[in-house]
């Protein structure tokens, strides 16, 4: 276990796999939300998902049993957004995704458009449109801007994987020969917009993930300690795989309640 210098007084989460595994809650996820909320810890619980609102996720965890506050959900939609917004205040988006996606921009003041748009918007959907991908890349190759949402090549279903927005990702740019700008995790902006939506400092804030190469791996480069839980993708041995490592390794999250 790492040395570190200075107490955890704020928490990031990820959300599946360490909270909630297909609709239901991990060993000890509801205590760990419980045990922040009592210490008032500020937290956020991050997603890549960016189908689903905040309000939407509020739901969903709350039906496992996790309460979390709608405010404390950051979704890779709401990052892209907040980028956006800062880049071109007030711009014009073509979008590609469900309502988390949508509603976000909006919510920034974004124009939705087809028609010479200052960003093409690539997020996850479950019915991906050829011809809202063919719209995208004409787009593109007419001067629009490619942002998206999280490189994740494929997401969960009761059936099996789907492609996701990293795989579209893919198709649009060997069409277009463009590389799209990926908002969400392992980007380190996804946590830097997070510690500043609850005013924490990189040395006090820890992260909590079951990914080596997309939680963990961000949480470094922005200067967070890093917990990987084994209830989720990675396993405990695949970790001496990676060139880095996390500052401590725990079978669940159930593990760092005391530690709030």
């Not at 004409?138 to 969960?156: S, V, Y």
């Not at 909590?208 to 997309?214: A, I, L």
Request: charged share 20%.
């Amino acid at each position: 276990m790492t040395t570190v210098e200075h107490p955890i007084e704020c928490w990031l989460t990820d959300m599946d796999g360490v909270l909630v595994h297909e609709g239901h809650a991990l060993p000890g996820a509801a205590d760990f939300i419980a045990a922040l909320k009592r210490a008032d810890r500020p937290f956020l619980v991050l997603t890549n998902n960016s189908i689903f609102t905040a309000r939407d996720l509020r739901a969903r965890l709350a039906a496992s049993g996790i309460d979390v506050p709608e405010e404390a959900i950051w979704t890779s939609a709401l990052a892209t957004a907040q980028f956006l917004q800062q880049q071109v205040p007030g711009g014009r988006a073509y979008a590609i995704g469900e309502a988390g996606l949508t509603t976000a921009l909006h919510d920034v003041g974004y124009t939705m458009t087809d028609s010479d748009p200052d960003y093409v918007v690539l997020g996850e959907t479950r019915t991906y449109s050829f011809e809202a991908i063919t719209r995208a890349i004409r787009l593109i190759e007419g001067g629009a801007r490619f942002i998206a949402t999280n490189p994740d090549p494929t997401g969960p279903s009761v059936d099996g994987p789907l492609p996701a927005t990293g795989a579209v990702a893919a198709l649009i740019t060997r069409a277009t020969g463009r590389e799209p700008y990926f908002v969400g995790k392992p980007n380190p902006m996804m946590f830097r917009s997070a510690l500043n939506r609850i005013e924490a400092h990189s040395e006090t804030t820890a992260m909590v993930g079951d990914r080596m190469d997309t939680d963990v791996v961000a949480g470094i480069e922005a200067g967070l300690r890093t917990f990987l839980v084994l209830t989720g993708s990675t396993r405990a041995e695949d970790v001496d795989r990676f060139p880095f490592r996390p500052s401590q390794v725990v079978p669940s999250i159930a593990d760092l309640v005391g530690l709030v």
